[in-house]
């Protein structure tokens, strides 16, 4: 069965970290390159970061600085770690993989093979 589920989200004072888990299980996870996207209440799905099959990382602008984008594909996981969090970055986060070896933009839905279910990520005091 083809599964990305996310792990680690939760309530994080801002200025805090989390770390964000996507495991990916019945298929072959070096192939695709591996977005992370948010969104939040109201607002419109966000690509937040992207992972190629070669390791090469992309951040969106709101996030640059902040959060690094990592992977295992010996233990079929990527990483979102979010450092010096901020209200702001309050969503549900979801992995996806692209049908695509490289990162180019977020593209479209189209773009997309596997989805995961989400984390919810809050950051509040």
């Known amino acids: 069965q083809v599964q990305l589920v996310e792990s680690g989200g939760g309530l994080v004072q801002p200025g805090g970290s989390l770390r964000l888990s996507c495991a990916a299980s019945?298929?072959?996870?070096?192939?695709?390159?591996i977005v992370w996207f948010r969104q939040a209440p109201g607002k419109e799905r966000e690509g937040v970061s992207c992972i190629s099959s070669s390791r090469g990382a992309y951040y969106a602008d709101s996030v640059k600085g902040r959060f690094t984008i990592s992977r295992d594909n010996a233990k079929k996981m990527v990483y979102l770690q979010l450092n010096s969090l901020k209200p702001e970055d309050t969503a549900v986060y979801y992995c996806?993989?692209?049908?695509?070896?490289?990162?180019?933009?977020?593209?479209?839905?189209?773009?997309?093979?596997?989805w995961g279910q989400g984390t919810q990520v809050t950051v509040s005091s």
């Open positions: 996806a993989a692209r049908k695509y070896s490289y990162c180019s933009g977020y593209g479209s839905p189209l773009d997309y093979v596997y």
């Open positions: 019945g298929f072959t996870l070096d192939y695709y390159a």
